[in-house]
Structure formats: structure tokens, C-alpha cells
């Protein structure tokens, strides 16, 4: 990046993936005293690198088929393979020292610093000091909080974000093959989520582990998942395929209920922010004279002027008339400046520009620095472009090509039950739109 404008990198065709397969064989828990299976028999295939999130209704035994892979629940048949080997047979307490796990919250001891939370495993495995505390800190970096400020601190001096970024350095400490994920950001709010799920991206993208992740949200899901896993009652798979794939061609009623009628917009969520076109920002660090950055913005053609720090953070995105006002770029920090990384979805992005009134939103890097920025038309082309896509493949009759005299007698009638007049529209014979009756014509 430089002080002129910043662009944004292309992304890497390669990578060296350090996560192992995973493969589970007529894996089945019956649980004592129970008639049904909490998950029948299950034949899963599970690539190395890949993010694989499980979702399904409460009950559908996603989470206990998240906890069978590392025998923190035995199955009761079936065997179980990591890289090749049988883990089914080795020693539960050594296979987990092998792989990471992330719980909601973060699951950090309270008395304990930091630093201590996440070299709890190399401490076990018997690390020795210097190479404990040089993981510490690389991993503090990897999950975007500073060690020097971080380190020494306790949970309870850190918002919900940072435990659970701090869970996930944690569970990465002994550099694991493996990590699962059992509802890891359904406990902050969504802000903190989406910037957390992009960090997971940005952390994935740098290690390619194996990484399985259980959720109730399907967006979350089609957000991180190379490939999203639907489990029914039962454990029983109803489709394990890509999101894209799942979004197009739902594998049965099930699956096309579960996805729910969002389908169309839920395809902004499988559209990254990188994968449109970001424009070139203006960059400016504290202390400059504003002289100096409002023609170099001129000279850009820009409006906007994006304020860095030393690593090229975004700290605020004044226009040039705001830039001239003061002397020197100052050092004001926007609590409410609207960024998202590369790794966001174009929902991410609406979402942001909508909470902040904005028209355009900051694009980061793995590392949080600014790359370029976003606006609200370049999201609005992409929807229309999915728009566009699904009526092509719809069979809808235009008012043109109607025949007469084929249409509905009934009208439908959109109206909140709540609102007056009602109760005579559906006595009237038309049934409100959302009845059964109704979904089911449309």
C-alpha cells in the first residue's frame, strides 16, 4: 500500500494445505435407553483444507457428530479417520491434544492470562518457554489482537470478541491438523460475528486446516463452508454438497424448506466482496498536511480520503472538504466507519453500508488494511445480475403472454392479521398471502 492509493491484490490460485482429511464409516450413537439412533448410520468424507459446517433442526445430531470425530462422545459403531488413520482405537486424551476446538463464548479459563489460556496444549506436549511465547504472540497477531496489549490481560477485561478470537488462537496453539467449531460466534452480536466469520476466512485462507463447524444459521454456513452438510432427525444426511450447489438444486423437500424462501437474495452471501470490482482509495496517515492529501485526492479524482494508522488500519474516511478544515489528518477514530474484509460477503457489505447510512464501504486485507473500498452500486449491479439469472431459469408468464381468462378468480391479499380491515378482505373469499394455500399456488 502506498500514500496515494491503494488497489486491491489478487488473491492466490495456491496454497499449502496443513489440515488432513477426515472420514467417518457407518459411524452411529444410540444412546442408552433410547428406541432411535441420535445419529444413524453416517458415511461422510470430509476434504483436507476444506471448511465443512454442519446445520440441520435442533436434534438432528450435528453437534454429536462434532464431538464423535474427537471421542468427546464414543460412537457406538462405526470407526473414524483423521489423515488416513483409525482414531477410534487410539487414546481419546492424546487424540484431542491433537486437534482444535472452539466452543460458543470462547471457553476460556477465567483466572487465567491470556498468554496462559493459549499455551495451555504446548504446555501439556511439554513446549518449552521461548517457542510457547513466540506461538503465542504469532497466533495473537493471526487472530487481529496486539500481544503487547492482549497478553497479560483476563477474560473478564475483554469483550466477547476478543475471548472468542482468543478461543480460536487457543485451539490453534499447537498448530492442530484439525479444528472443530461447536456454534462459535452465536454468542456475540452480529456485527462482531460477520468480523469474526471474516477472520476465520482470513486465518483459513493462511493455514488451510480441516475445519468442521457446527451452526443453526444456513447463512453462516454458506458464508464459511466450502461445503455445508444438512442433517434431518436422526443424523441422516439430506445433502452434503457445495452452497451453491444446494442454493440451485435443493436435494429434497426437506432441504428446500430448510433453505427457506431467501434462496434468491442468499446468493449475495456466496458472492465475496473480492470477486467484484473495488475501486482504488486515497490513503492518508496522522500528522500530514491536509494541503498535501486534498491534492493528492484531487489528483485521483476522489471525494473521500481513507485514514490509516502504521499498519494501514482504517481509522476514518473524511471527504477532502472535511480533510481541508484542519491542518493535519488527525487522529480522530470513527466508531462507526463501515468496513468489510475481502473475505465478506456482498450481504456483509449491503448490511454495513445500510447500519451506517453509507454508500460505500472500506475493503480490508487478511491483516486489516485497507485495499480499496466498495460502492453501494457495485452490489446493486450483482443483484441485479441474480435477479436476472433466476428469472431466465424461471418459467413465469409475462402480462404479455397471458391468456386470457386463465388466471385465479381469487386475488391475494397482502396484509398484516394485526392491521384493520383483515378479517372482511379474507371473508370476503381471498386468502391472505402466506396461507398454505397460497404459498403452495405461488
Avoid at 457406538?76 to 489423515?83: L, Q, V
Avoid at 511439554?126 to 492482549?150: P, Q
Avoid at 439469472?389 to 418459467?395: F, I, N, W, Y
Avoid at 386463465?406 to 370476503?428: I, L, N, R, Y
Amino acid at each position: 500500500m502506498t500514500d496515494s492509493t491503494t488497489s486491491s491484490p489478487a488473491d492466490p490460485t495456491s496454497r499449502n494445505v496443513t489440515g488432513e482429511s477426515i472420514r467417518l464409516e457407518g459411524v452411529m450413537k444410540r444412546y442408552r435407553g433410547s428406541s432411535e439412533p441420535a445419529v444413524a448410520r453416517l458415511d461422510l468424507e470430509i476434504d483436507a483444507g476444506d471448511i465443512v459446517a454442519f446445520v440441520g433442526p435442533s436434534g438432528c445430531g450435528k453437534t454429536t457428530t462434532l464431538k464423535m470425530i474427537n471421542r468427546l462422545i464414543e460412537p457406538t459403531e462405526g470407526r473414524i479417520y483423521i489423515g488416513g488413520r483409525d482414531v477410534t482405537a487410539e487414546n481419546p486424551d492424546s487424540l484431542r491434544q491433537s486437534i482444535g476446538y472452539v466452543i460458543q463464548s470462547g471457553g476460556l479459563f477465567p483466572h487465567w492470562s491470556v498468554s496462559k489460556n493459549i499455551g495451555a496444549i504446548p504446555r501439556i506436549l511439554k513446549w518449552d518457554k521461548k517457542r510457547i511465547a513466540e506461538r503465542t504472540e504469532y497466533l495473537l497477531d493471526l487472530v487481529g489482537l496486539d500481544a503487547a496489549t492482549f497478553a497479560d490481560r483476563l477474560p473478564k477485561d475483554m469483550s466477547g470478541g476478543q475471548q472468542q478470537r482468543v478461543g480460536v488462537a487457543r485451539a490453534l496453539a499447537a498448530d492442530p491438523p484439525v479444528l472443530l467449531m461447536d456454534e462459535p460466534f452465536g454468542a456475540v452480536d452480529p456485527i462482531t460475528r460477520a468480523r469474526l466469520q471474516d477472520k476465520l476466512i482470513a486465518i483459513q485462507h493462511e493455514l488451510a486446516k480441516t475445519i468442521v463447524i457446527v451452526t443453526h444459521d444456513f447463512e453462516e454456513a454458506t458464508k464459511l463452508g466450502d461445503k455445508v452438510l444438512i442433517l434431518s432427525e436422526g443424523g441422516r444426511i439430506e445433502q452434503f454438497a457445495p452452497p451453491e450447489e444446494i442454493l440451485a438444486n435443493p436435494a429434497s423437500p426437506f432441504v428446500e424448506e430448510f433453505v427457506g424462501s431467501g434462496a434468491t437474495l442468499a446468493h449475495l452471501t456466496l458472492t465475496r466482496v473480492r470477486d467484484v470490482d473495488i475501486r482504488d482509495v486515497v490513503t492518508a496517515h496522522v500528522g500530514e498536511p491536509s494541503g498535501a492529501v486534498v491534492s493528492r485526492a484531487r489528483a485521483a479524482g476522489e471525494e473521500w480520503v481513507a485514514v490509516v494508522d502504521q499498519h494501514g488500519r482504517p481509522r476514518a474516511w473524511p471527504s477532502i472538504d472535511e480533510v481541508r478544515a484542519k491542518p493535519e489528518i488527525s487522529d480522530y477514530l470513527d466508531q462507526r466507519l463501515p468496513v468489510v474484509a475481502q473475505s465478506s460477503t456482498l450481504n456483509d457489505a449491503l448490511d454495513s453500508m445500510l447500519a451506517t447510512s453509507q454508500g460505500g464501504v472500506l475493503v480490508t486485507d487478511g491483516r486489516g488494511a485497507v485495499v480499496g473500498a466498495l460502492n453501494i452500486a457495485a452490489v446493486m449491479e450483482a443483484i441485479r445480475g441474480q435477479l436476472a439469472t433466476v428469472r431466465d431459469d424461471d418459467d413465469h408468464v409475462g402480462y404479455l403472454d397471458h391468456a386470457e381468462g386463465s388466471a385465479p378468480v381469487e386475488t391475494p391479499v397482502v396484509a398484516a392479521d394485526d392491521e384493520p380491515g383483515f378479517e372482511s378482505a379474507t371473508d370476503a373469499g381471498a386468502a391472505p398471502v402466506g396461507t398454505p394455500e397460497t404459498s403452495a399456488d405461488r
